[in-house]
């Protein structure tokens, strides 16, 4: 019994369907016949005929920033009365819409204005839908894909907002011929595919009268999609490694002079540089706008070049070769005593050296005056033995003679050892100071460079 309720339910099901499809069938003969798909629907009450549109975004494909193109998915709606595709459900089992394909009946043109697309656009037919109700309504959804013209503004790059605008009007009416309005039906959160690089801040809509020649007029309905940059990619892939970089440059006034890397450092460092700058200028479009992220890899690389010449510097002052000069007082009391308590650096090496130099010329001057007095007692019991015979006179003045030079060689052999003292003084004052001006540089350009770096980030954050 309850098997023969199932086959008896099921074939009149079935039986309902197929009169359903008759009845479909019918419906579409009948609003089909006579049917001309070129003629442009009456408007009610002659009437303008109108045409209400709407444009949603889907899907970013594609900001392209050299060449100004912004490449998207859209969802299309359009919307419109044509009275000889109205029909009396009653008359046909109570149907009161139809499905239709683009090539039976009329439906608007809307051309976008600011495409680059040789064939304007590009539709798929999986995804068109047209409806046709009885009360004579149409309904054409569809998803297409635009390539638009953007001009952009890459000031605040990768900080940046852009604003690109949709521009579409009929490519076949005029403005007396067709009323086009907007309907603002898709809903930006709802429609919108999320992209990994940008973000929906809002989307805008405008309609305005373009005046054309000989009195006509045309509609032209405006979309402004307006996106926002996701910055973090650009952040940790190129301003984060080019601080560690610069900071590494930086550290170049800590390399000992005497190692010979302190400029080596600073010129791989600035060839580092200059590969970010291609990665930049070759995303970048020609412009007189300069992109604030240009502008900082620009800032870092002057600070490593001004770091790379003052290292030369340093190393000029650490090995220079006019040993005869002595720093100036007034910088060795300003360095070696004041800012070398405050930067941590000990400058007990070069009063030590200063000391033992002091203490040796004592010394050459005692032993100077000895000999002078040992000379003279010397040459007194020479006079006496020179009057008694001439044979110990011959021998004290040959005695006297060698005496004198070895006398004469000794001080110059001190006099020597004294320059060389001097000579290694100054030298290594000089040394000293070519320390801490690497000290001073050292703390100048870090600080500068951190607040190099968060002025760019302050001024794209406001």
Request: aromatic share 10%; charged share 20%; glycine share 4%.
């Amino acid at each position: 019994m309850i098997w023969s309720c199932l086959i008896l339910l099921i074939a009149v099901a079935e039986g309902i369907a197929e009169q359903t499809k008759e009845h479909e069938k019918r419906l579409l003969d009948n609003l089909l016949q006579g049917y001309d798909r070129r003629i442009k629907p009456d408007g009610i009450n002659n009437e303008t005929f109108h045409l209400y549109f709407d444009t949603g975004l889907y899907q970013i494909i594609d900001v392209d920033e050299k060449n100004q193109v912004f490449d998207a998915l859209y969802w299309q709606l359009q919307r419109w009365l044509d009275t000889e595709l109205s029909w009396n459900p009653a008359n046909y089992s109570d149907i009161k819409e139809v499905h239709l394909t683009d090539d039976k009946i009329w439906h608007a043109n809307m051309a976008l204005q600011n495409s680059i697309d040789i064939n304007l656009s590009m539709k798929s037919s999986a995804t068109t839908r047209l409806v046709a109700y009885y009360t004579g309504y149409i309904t054409r959804s569809i998803m297409i894909n635009y390539r638009s013209s953007c001009s952009m503004n890459l000031r605040q790059f990768p900080f940046d907002t852009q604003n690109c605008t949709l521009q579409f009007t009929s490519a076949r009416y005029y403005a007396n011929q067709m009323n086009v309005s907007s309907m603002m039906t898709f809903s930006r959160e709802i429609m919108y595919y999320k992209n990994s690089e940008f973000f929906l801040e809002d989307v805008e809509t405008a309609r305005t009268v373009k005046d054309l020649c000989c009195g006509y007029s045309v509609i032209v309905l405006h979309y402004h999609i307006i996106i926002g940059r996701r910055p973090l990619f650009f952040m940790l892939n190129l301003m984060l490694p080019c601080s560690l970089i610069t900071l590494i440059a930086m550290l170049s006034f800590c390399i000992p002079p005497d190692s010979g890397e302190k400029v080596g450092l600073g010129l791989t460092v600035l060839l580092s540089l200059s590969v970010f700058l291609l990665i930049i200028s070759d995303q970048m479009p020609p412009s007189s706008e300069v992109p604030l992220i240009f502008i900082y890899f620009f800032g870092t690389v002057v600070l490593v070049t001004l770091s790379t010449a003052l290292a030369v510097l340093v190393l000029s002052i650490h090995h220079t070769s006019d040993q005869s000069k002595e720093v100036p007082g007034w910088l060795r009391g300003n360095c070696f005593r004041k800012l070398s308590r405050f930067l941590c650096l000990n400058s007990m090496t070069i009063t030590q050296q200063q000391t033992e130099l002091n203490r040796e010329a004592d010394e050459w001057t005692t032993r100077t005056s000895t000999a002078t007095v040992s000379k003279t007692v010397t040459s007194e019991p020479h006079d006496v033995r020179s009057e008694s015979t001439a044979i110990n006179n011959a021998i004290s003045q040959q005695l006297l003679r060698c005496f004198e030079a070895i006398q004469e060689y000794l001080k110059e052999a001190k006099e020597a050892k004294r320059e060389h003292k001097q000579q290694k003084r100054i030298e290594q004052e000089w040394r000293a100071l070519a320390q801490i001006l690497d000290r001073i540089f050292l703390i100048v350009f870090i600080c500068f460079n951190i607040t190099f770096t968060l002025g760019i980030l302050l001024h794209a954050a406001y």
